[in-house]
Structures are given as structure tokens and as C-alpha cells.
């Protein structure tokens, strides 16, 4: 009876959330459907009458929008752990993206009589009421968890410090809804004794038993890494009753690297990645990259000609300088400048390394003899690294991200300093929205770009962004 008990239990909240899932998906795009029509009236059409028509046709679109975009940046996975800020950060994110895409739609198709104030307006209608949805549910949740509905029976298997610290966090989210039934431990000697308020009800052989004689909705197991071989016979007898299984992946002690689990044909792997994993993210970063660098090429066609004139005019060498530089993991590619020094700069560098005002394998000079009085005005106002949208537009460099550097750089790094490669250098980054050469520390420079990596997000390109702005209009910190 309570084997059967276990199974119904555990396919009822599997089916529930499923379709609490598709419920809430439901309901999202009712909100996002209603909000376009109250975005359509609230903006007036200047000639005193509404077209409709015009605007049935972008409902199918907006939809699609919303509805990727919410799945994607996981706002229907389990609600059980989310934080009212996880879910506002996601549908804010999911506007900001969302916003950009649909006005992008709009203007490659064309359609001029679709107002923009409309737009804007379902849009913030939308992350209003979707908003409050979900705080609302959570809400909702969290009382009911507390007088002990829609709660999951877990049970325990490891009784060391990480499954202490597993119960803790437990223990201190009351809201989550999750009860610990009980511990096991491959030790017999610990049966029956306490463990952060938990009773060990059994070892490794009673586990059949306490499957059928208690409710258990999920088992997880976090256990030594010499424990692995042990556990595979009680995961094994879980897959054949139809249990979740969880285990911890914090098996080995890295301090940066996050774990995933992906498959490779039908090989399961465990990925540790220190970088930015967000795939979507990512792409909607390239997307981005693309069409302003396709836009800003455009748009500075003037200034590039202007500048390849005047570099031409006032000395003798090639408008641009190019050079390898350090891509993505160490990809190399040519990066073109326009040229801001004499010819023959290079073969003068060895004479000017004892005035390096930087510490570490970089050159840095204020007032280095090499630059034409053209180059310093060009460096001064970064009118030098236009060409670098080119690099930008063919993917070799991003909009935003590490600083480039040369392969006779990357030669000297430290093993720590190397993790600045493994994301897609950039136009501008955090040394530079700093005001570039204020900072000549080599290792503050270092560090700068792995906080980059490390709290990657679209929204902190854009604040780097905005920030490289009046740095550059200013002419602050370069030389």
C-alpha cells in the first residue's frame, strides 16, 4: 500500500506541475495578449481613428517574443526556490530583449503606421501585471507550503559537512516546502542517532524499505566522491521505481567553475564551465554586436575617411596599423587601427621599455616620442580604434569584453591571468570605462576582466557601455 502511495504521489506532482506549467504559460500570454490591446488604446492614432488591422498581424509575433523569451531565461522552471527578485529580474530581462526584438521587426519590415509609444506601452503593461502574477503566486506558495500543503518528501543519503549544510538551507527556507524525512549513511553505527535535528533511519541496504514504507518524492545524495561507486546500485533501484534523483555536484573544491549536466550522443557528461554559459544570452550579445557594428561602420563612414586623410597628409607610413592579437582562447586574428605612430614604431620599442609606466608584460607610455601629434588626438578621443568595428562585425572582437592583447603579451601571462582569454575580447571593458590608463597596475587591469567574467550579464555590457561613453567623448585617461 504505501509502495503504491509513493508511486501516485510522486506521478501526481510530476502531472501537477506540469500542468501548473502550462497554466502559467497560459496565463502569461493572456496578460501579454490583453496589455497590446490596452497599449493600442491608450495611444491615440493622430488622425482621430484606430487601424486595427495593421496591428493584428504583430500579436502571433509578440507572443512568440514573450513566450521564448520567459522559457528561455527559465521563469517556468520549479517555483519552489525562486526569489521574488529572480522572477522580477527575469521578466524586466525579458522586456529589455524583448523590446529590442520586436522594435527590430518593426523597423526591418517597414511598418511605419505601428506606433512606438503603443509598444512601449504593452510592453510596460505587460511587465507590470506578469509581474505581479508571480508575486502574487509565490506568495500564494509560501503560505501554503508553511500550513504544510504542496510540500516534497525528500529523503537524505550522507550524513558529512556538505549534507549538513544541505539540511541547514533546507531548514532555513521553510518556504520552499521541502521535508526531510529522514538521513541515510553507509555507516550502520549511525542509525538512529541525530543530525542537525535528523534522525539516520537506516543504511545503504534499508533504503528498498524505506522507499515502500514511506512517501518519498525525491531522493538526494550527497555523498564523498569515494562514496560514487557505492551509491550506483540505490540510484539504480530509484531509476527502476520512477524516483527523481538528485546528487551534488560540489565534488571537487573549484572556486570558479559551475556544474552541468549535458549529454554527448548517449554519454552523460558532468561540464565544469568557469565562463558565461547562457546560450541565449550569448547569442542575443552577438546579435547585438552585429547590428550596431554594421550600423556604426555605416553611420562613421565620414569620420574614417576624414581620419585616413589626415593620417595620410601629416606622415609617411600606412593609414592603418595592424596587428595579431588574442582572441577567444587564444584564436589569433588581425586587428586594424588606424596608425597613430611613426613607421618604424616597433623597432623602436626596445629602447623605450624603461619607461614603461605599467607593471607587468604591457607597454604604456604618457608621453611616448613615437605617436604623431594626429595620433595623440586620434588616441585621445579612441578615434584610432574605429576599425576595430570590422573586427567587431566579422566575430573575431565583441562590442564589450577584455582588451585584446598581443601574442608576446599572452606569452608572459600567469596561469590565474589566461582566464581573461576564455571570453571574446572587446572594444571596450571595465579598464577602459575606468578611464583606461589611470590604472596601471597589470594585475588590477587582470582582475578587472575577470570580475567582468565572472558577473557577465547583457545588462552590465550596457552599463559598461554607457559608461565608456563620456570616457571617451572626454578623452579620459588615454595616451
Not at 493572456?30 to 491608450?42: K, N, P, Q
Not at 533511519?201 to 566522491?225: A, K, Q, T, Y
Request: charged residues 20%.
Amino acid at each position: 500500500m504505501c509502495f503504491s502511495l509513493c508511486h501516485i504521489n510522486s506521478a501526481m506532482l510530476k502531472e501537477h506541475y506540469v500542468i501548473f506549467r502550462g497554466l502559467m504559460t497560459f496565463s502569461d500570454m493572456c496578460i501579454v495578449f490583453a496589455t497590446f490591446f490596452l497599449g493600442f488604446y491608450l495611444r491615440k492614432h493622430p488622425n482621430g481613428y484606430y487601424q486595427m488591422s495593421d496591428y493584428l498581424i504583430l500579436i502571433p509575433i509578440l507572443l512568440i517574443i514573450w513566450g521564448v523569451l520567459l522559457y528561455c531565461f527559465g521563469m517556468y522552471n520549479s517555483f519552489r526556490t525562486k526569489h521574488i527578485s529572480d522572477v522580477l529580474f527575469i521578466v524586466i530581462e525579458a522586456a529589455l530583449v524583448g523590446c529590442s526584438l520586436f522594435g527590430s521587426f518593426i523597423f526591418i519590415t517597414k511598418m511605419n503606421s505601428v506606433s512606438r509609444l503603443h509598444i512601449v506601452y504593452s510592453f510596460l503593461f505587460a511587465v507590470m501585471f506578469i509581474s505581479i502574477e508571480k508575486i502574487a503566486l509565490i506568495q500564494f506558495f509560501r503560505y501554503q507550503r508553511k500550513k504544510g500543503f504542496n510540500t516534497r518528501n525528500i529523503l537524505i543519503v550522507g550524513t558529512g559537512v556538505r549534507a549538513q549544510h544541505l539540511i541547514n538551507l533546507i531548514s532555513n527556507h521553510p518556504e520552499w516546502g521541502i521535508r526531510i524525512i529522514g538521513l541515510v549513511d553507509n555507516d550502520t553505527t549511525k542509525i538512529n542517532t541525530m543530525i542537525c535535528g535528523y534522525k539516520v533511519i537506516g543504511s545503504f541496504n534499508d533504503v528498498s524499505d524505506i522507499l515502500h514504507n514511506c512517501v518519498v518524492d525525491e531522493v538526494i545524495f550527497v555523498v564523498p566522491r569515494s562514496w560514487l561507486s557505492k551509491i550506483e546500485k540505490i540510484m539504480s533501484m530509484c531509476e527502476i521505481e520512477g524516483l527523481k534523483v538528485s546528487v551534488a555536484l560540489d565534488l571537487f573544491e573549484l572556486k570558479l567553475s559551475k556544474a552541468k549536466y549535458s549529454n554527448l550522443e548517449k554519454l552523460p557528461l558532468l561540464t565544469f564551465e568557469s565562463t558565461p554559459d547562457k546560450l541565449l544570452h550569448l547569442f542575443i550579445k552577438r546579435l547585438f554586436d552585429l547590428g550596431v557594428s554594421t550600423t556604426a561602420l555605416i553611420v562613421s563612414s565620414p569620420v574614417f575617411a576624414l581620419a585616413a586623410i589626415t593620417v595620410k597628409m601629416t606622415s609617411r607610413g600606412h593609414i592603418f596599423f595592424k596587428q595579431q592579437r588574442c582572441s577567444l582562447n587564444g584564436r589569433t586574428f588581425t586587428m586594424y587601427k588606424f596608425r597613430t605612430m611613426v613607421e618604424d614604431a616597433e623597432s623602436k620599442l626596445n629602447d623605450l621599455l624603461k619607461y614603461n609606466e605599467m607593471k607587468g608584460p604591457v607597454f604604456k607610455m604618457k608621453n611616448d616620442p613615437r605617436v604623431t601629434r594626429v595620433g595623440k588626438f586620434l588616441r585621445k578621443f579612441s578615434i584610432d580604434e574605429l576599425p576595430q568595428l570590422w573586427s567587431v562585425f566579422k566575430g573575431d572582437m565583441s562590442l564589450v569584453g577584455p582588451r585584446p592583447p598581443i601574442p608576446n603579451e599572452v606569452s608572459k601571462y600567469e596561469p590565474w591571468q589566461r582566464r581573461r582569454l576564455s571570453m571574446r575580447p572587446g572594444l571596450t571593458c571595465l579598464w577602459q570605462a575606468y578611464g583606461r590608463n589611470k590604472i596601471t597596475d597589470f594585475n588590477e587591469w587582470m582582475r578587472l576582466d575577470l570580475t567582468y567574467i565572472d558577473n557577465w550579464s547583457l545588462w552590465l555590457d550596457c552599463k559598461i557601455l554607457l559608461k565608456t561613453l563620456p570616457v571617451v567623448l572626454f578623452g579620459v585617461g588615454a595616451k
